[in-house]
């Protein structure tokens, strides 16, 4: 059974910095792409952040520069981390597994979900 569980979110004033954590099992960690989604109330789930099975990475515009997604192999842990975070980073930020194909950007190519972690960025 794939678990993802996510970690680290929490309530950071404008400009502050936050380090997610996703811990994956039952699966080979490493062997499937990898994202970050968030979603915002009255939103829709965007994705953010992908790692894809040869480490490249790729994120949404509005996050470039400013976060960065990496991986811990050994540990079977996905981060995100989130400088420089402004009021419109606010959301739940979701752990994803198992791309399925298409725009990765969009919530139904992939296949697995952790429960998110809630992060609130204000002064």
């Known amino acids: 059974e794939v678990q993802l569980v996510e970690s680290g979110g929490g309530l950071v004033q404008p400009g502050g910095s936050l380090r997610l954590s996703c811990a994956a099992s039952g699966f080979t960690f490493g062997s499937i792409w990898m994202a970050w989604f968030r979603q915002a109330p009255g939103k829709e789930r965007e994705g953010v952040a992908v790692?894809?099975?040869?480490?490249?990475?790729a994120y949404v515009d509005s996050v470039k520069g400013r976060f960065t997604i990496s991986q811990d192999i050994a540990k079977s842990t996905l981060y995100l981390q989130m400088n420089s975070l402004k009021p419109e980073d606010t959301a739940m930020y979701y752990c994803?597994?198992?791309?399925?194909?298409?725009?990765?950007?969009?919530?139904?190519?992939?296949?697995?979900w952790g429960q998110g972690t809630e992060v609130t960025v204000s002064s």
């Open positions: 994803a597994a198992a791309f399925t194909g298409g725009d990765w950007r969009a919530r139904a190519t992939f296949r697995y």
């Open positions: 790692l894809s099975i040869n480490g490249r990475t």
